[in-house]
């Protein structure tokens, strides 16, 4: 830990080879992530492959300054913005195809097409945001913060 008793943590590098990863994750709605569990046991991580989160970059990099869980969240951000992306890819199709209870298919429907076009402006929307909040950020090359 630090001076003022806080513990010490870091992310570090293991090698593939020295972790046992266990196919844990049989979840309703949870299976298709590909999720795991990683046991780590009796390892020596040398200081070159740790670092603590809070240590200044030596890189004018954007995508290293400041604080690893921006790289993060942005990474889950653009991740659940492809799934929400292919989902209403995946709904436009099976409407297509799928016959309406008043004749034709669900696709003609003026319901369905408002519906499917709000989805897709939000993802849009929530897209364009992400990219222009991650440009910003670049660009004002100051330490990022939460």
Not at 30 to 41: F, W
Not at 99 to 116: E, H, I, K, P
Request: hydrophobic share 45%; with cysteine.
């Amino acid at each position: 830990g630090d001076t003022n008793g806080a513990p010490d943590v870091r992310l570090f590098a293991v090698p593939t080879d020295q972790i046992d990863i266990q196919d844990t994750w049989n979840v309703t709605g949870l299976r298709a992530t590909g999720s795991r569990d990683v046991v780590i046991d009796d390892v020596f991580v040398p200081e070159d492959l740790a670092t603590r989160l809070d240590a200044p970059v030596n890189t004018d990099s954007p995508v290293y300054r400041g604080f690893i869980g921006n790289l993060v969240f942005g990474g889950c951000a653009a991740v659940t913005l492809g799934i929400a992306a292919h989902m209403i890819e995946e709904t436009v199709t099976l409407v297509r195809s799928k016959a309406s209870v008043v004749g034709g298919v669900v696709a003609d429907a003026t319901r369905t097409q408002y519906l499917v076009a709000k989805a897709q402006a939000s993802v849009d929307a929530a897209r364009l945001l992400l990219l222009s909040t991650a440009s910003e950020l670049a660009d004002a090359g100051d330490q990022l913060t939460l």
